[in-house]
């Protein structure tokens, strides 16, 4: 973060419902109970994932995510919003070092390191990988998709490593933007994804298609969504994903602990190969929003492994190859980037405990 920028003042409201309130809308409720706080900016932050019901004075914040704002309240429920300081609508430029494998006047490719958010964003307001092309592009990057997401076509999660294209120009926006809408069927974009994953999937190559959409009580969650549920939801799209397992890695009595994947993209959702893989029962190693239920398999693993993923803390997922057609000369553009040190360590790690196996 440079050191021009100011800190982003974060304020924490416990709001219990009084007999007066019952049966109004939460919205409602929380702006007037707050005062400082208008309404609409209340009803955003609800929509935003900013409000819990629940917790307690010992555990704050362990309620579930309410992200409706018209949810009627009841007599002694409590709510707990989080308010960040409002901030300038147009994101600056922060002096984050950027890696960069290949530039010119229309894209830039960059390999995305782990803990850093692509977009500006509630909660996250600076810090971002926007910030960092501002500075580093200045004035050239595209403004199309909005102030907020300057020359972004797509994005990985914040704790995802690997390639991403920025556009640089309008022109290059659109020509992109298309060629990720196409998700590779006309032969331009190329995705591909290393994943670590536990256990070994029953075919060696298979294909996942299931809908995704915001997991129940917990917007910042997606899940598969079954055809019977899916009535009357906008948010609930099509996901399908292509793997092939490429390694696997056995324990002390030749179980299969887990296992490398190379993991295709036919449509680009949210968190989708991570939904994907543990719909499955093949959660990514250190995934601690979807893989929380195989946490004892770390059991299973060779004493340096189980330090690898401990030192890990994400998910063992790394965007690998990237391949586009150039905007303005036509030119097919591949790019392969190596694993990061963390995961590369945690792979090698596997591949002794399996060798000592053998």
Not at 178 to 194: I, P, V
Request: proline share 4%.
């Amino acid at each position: 973060m440079s050191d021009d920028l100011d800190p982003v003042t974060i304020m924490h409201h416990r709001v219990v419902v009084n007999l007066s309130d019952v049966g109004a809308r939460l919205d409602r409720v929380l702006a007037d109970h707050i005062g400082a706080v208008s309404r609409s900016r209340v009803k955003a932050l609800i929509k935003e994932g900013q409000v819990r019901q629940g917790g307690t004075e010992t555990e704050p914040g362990a309620g579930a995510v309410i992200d409706t704002p018209n949810t009627a309240v009841q007599a002694g429920d409590i709510y707990e919003i989080t308010v960040p300081e409002a901030i300038p609508a147009i994101p600056r430029g922060e002096k984050i070092p950027l890696s960069v494998v290949f530039e010119d006047d229309a894209v830039i490719v960059i390999d995305k390191p782990a803990g850093i958010v692509v977009h500006p964003a509630a909660g996250n307001w600076t810090g971002t990988l926007v910030n960092a092309l501002i500075a580093h592009c200045g004035d050239s990057l595209s403004g199309i998709g909005g102030v907020r997401r300057p020359g972004i076509v797509h994005r990985l999660d914040k704790d995802t490593t690997g390639l991403m294209v920025i556009a640089k120009t309008d022109i290059a926006h659109a020509s992109l933007t298309a060629q990720f809408a196409a998700h590779g069927r006309d032969g331009r974009m190329q995705r591909a994804y290393q994943a670590i994953v536990w256990g070994v999937p029953e075919r060696s190559r298979g294909k996942i298609d299931a809908a995704l959409g915001r997991a129940s009580g917990n917007r910042t969650k997606m899940a598969v969504i079954p055809g019977d549920r899916q009535q009357g939801r906008t948010d609930v799209k099509s996901a399908v994903t292509h793997y092939e397992v490429q390694e696997t890695f056995a324990t002390e009595d030749r179980a299969k602990a887990a296992s490398r994947l190379r993991c295709v993209l036919e449509t680009g959702r949210t968190h989708q190969i991570r939904v994907h893989m543990a719909h499955i029962h093949h959660p990514l190693l250190g995934d601690p929003t979807y893989g929380a239920s195989h946490a004892a398999s770390a059991r299973l693993l060779s004493s340096d492994a189980q330090q690898s993923l401990k030192a890990l803390k994400r998910q063992a997922l790394h965007a690998a190859e990237l391949g586009f057609e150039h905007p303005l000369s036509g030119e097919l553009l591949r790019f392969k980037c190596d694993l990061p040190d963390d995961i590369a360590i945690l792979l090698e790690a596997l591949r002794k405990g399996a060798e000592q196996v053998d």
